[in-house]
């Protein structure tokens, strides 16, 4: 007999529009800003900043993050979470400058099985800049950001098609002058993998044109006298799986997607690693 047992969701959901550690010249954590947390029984919340000045190091005009939580009302069915976080008028030691960053996830949660269907709708830069000079950041040719969902419950880390873009992604960032060890390291295309789970580092864009004095990789850029910059990091993250006999696979059933607009690791005229337009969703279902 089939299980009757009605399922039910558990939602997660944060935004935080600014986190991180400076070393110097100022050495302190950055706590949390614009900082908001979805309930696991969802709803709708959101937070908005007036300016902020992190001394002459960063800051912005105005912020706000979003989450919301709520039963698909479509005929499928299923449960849709949301995470929205917007920086506008951002300013880093005049060196990195934008109009606008929003960066935002949307998942859909099945009413049968576990592994969400998720895009990116929204996402984007405006006039970012590094020293006064134009970016141009070039995002995956689907856009917005829709990534196909894995058929029969399988993760996005072993996802052929998924795979298949990330790799393109790694050899255009290998073929780059110059590229160091660490970056090829990190930016594998292949997954983490341990008994608990498996996760994926990557991002959603695939390259940007930069500024003669600055060196891109793929979708790092690297500015001399002040650190790297990592636009559009996407961490994905599957964990908690019970093992199908049938499909003789394991069903992951929580999937994590952690998005980093802009991520900066500072080393010259400040140091410290910053994290700028952040989202991160979740979700659990039973059983």
Same mark, same amino acid.
């Not at 908005?48 to 992190?54: K, Q, V």
């Not at 030691?93 to 929204?122: C, K, N, S």
């Not at 991520?263 to 010259?268: I, R």
């Given at each position: 007999?089939?299980?009757?047992? $009605?399922?039910?969701?558990?939602?997660?959901?944060?935004?935080?529009?600014?986190?991180?550690?400076? &070393?110097?010249?100022?050495? =302190?954590?950055?706590?949390?800003?614009?900082?908001?947390?979805?309930?696991?029984? !969802?709803?709708?919340?959101?937070?908005?900043?007036?300016? &902020?000045? %992190?001394?002459?190091?960063?800051?912005?005009?105005?912020? &706000?993050? =979003?989450?919301?939580?709520? $039963?698909?009302?479509?005929?499928? !069915?299923?449960?849709?979470?949301?995470?929205?976080?917007?920086?506008?008028?951002?300013?880093?030691?005049?060196?990195?400058?934008?109009?606008?960053?929003?960066? =935002?996830?949307?998942? %859909?949660?099945?009413?049968?099985?576990?592994? $969400?269907?998720?895009?990116? %709708?929204?996402?984007?830069?405006?006039?970012?800049?590094?020293?006064?000079?134009?970016?141009?950041?070039?995002?995956?040719?689907?856009?917005?950001?829709?990534?196909?969902?894995?058929?029969?419950?399988?993760?996005?880390?072993?996802?052929?098609?998924?795979?298949?873009? %990330?790799?393109?992604?790694?050899?255009?960032?290998?073929?780059?002058?110059?590229?160091?060890?660490?970056?090829?390291?990190?930016?594998?295309?292949?997954?983490?993998?341990?008994?608990?789970?498996?996760?994926?580092?990557?991002?959603?864009?695939?390259?940007?044109? *930069?500024?003669?004095? *600055?060196?891109?990789?793929?979708?790092?850029?690297?500015?001399? /006298?002040?650190?790297?910059?990592?636009?559009?990091?996407?961490?994905?993250?599957?964990?908690? &799986? /019970?093992?199908?006999?049938?499909?003789?696979?394991?069903?992951?059933?929580?999937?994590?997607?952690?998005?980093?607009?802009?991520?900066?690791?500072?080393?010259?005229?400040?140091?410290?690693?910053?994290?700028?337009?952040?989202?991160?969703?979740?979700?659990?279902?039973?059983?």
């Amino acid at each position: 007999m089939a299980d009757s047992t $009605p399922r039910t969701h558990k939602y997660h959901s944060e935004g935080t529009v600014l986190k991180g550690d400076l &070393y110097h010249p100022l050495v =302190q954590p950055i706590k949390p800003q614009t900082n908001v947390k979805l309930a696991e029984h !969802g709803g709708y919340l959101s937070e908005h900043a007036e300016p &902020y000045r %992190l001394e002459g190091v960063i800051s912005f005009q105005k912020a &706000y993050t =979003q989450v919301a939580g709520n $039963p698909n009302p479509k005929p499928e !069915g299923g449960w849709t979470t949301l995470v929205t976080s917007v920086i506008e008028g951002l300013n880093v030691l005049e060196v990195v400058t934008a109009d606008r960053v929003i960066g =935002q996830i949307v998942t %859909l949660h099945p009413a049968e099985g576990y592994i $969400p269907h998720v895009h990116f %709708l929204g996402t984007r830069f405006e006039n970012l800049r590094i020293a006064g000079h134009p970016v141009t950041v070039h995002v995956h040719p689907k856009h917005p950001y829709c990534f196909e969902k894995p058929e029969n419950d399988g993760p996005y880390t072993r996802h052929t098609g998924f795979l298949d873009r %990330l790799k393109n992604q790694f050899e255009l960032m290998r073929g780059s002058a110059g590229i160091t060890d660490a970056l090829l390291k990190r930016y594998s295309h292949l997954p983490a993998t341990s008994e608990k789970e498996e996760a994926i580092e990557c991002s959603l864009v695939d390259k940007v044109e *930069c500024p003669s004095f *600055c060196r891109c990789f793929g979708h790092v850029i690297d500015v001399p /006298d002040f650190g790297k910059i990592h636009l559009g990091l996407l961490k994905i993250k599957h964990s908690n &799986y /019970d093992y199908d006999a049938e499909k003789k696979q394991k069903v992951w059933k929580n999937t994590e997607f952690d998005l980093t607009m802009i991520e900066l690791e500072m080393g010259c005229v400040a140091g410290g690693v910053t994290a700028l337009g952040n989202g991160v969703i979740g979700g659990t279902t039973q059983p």
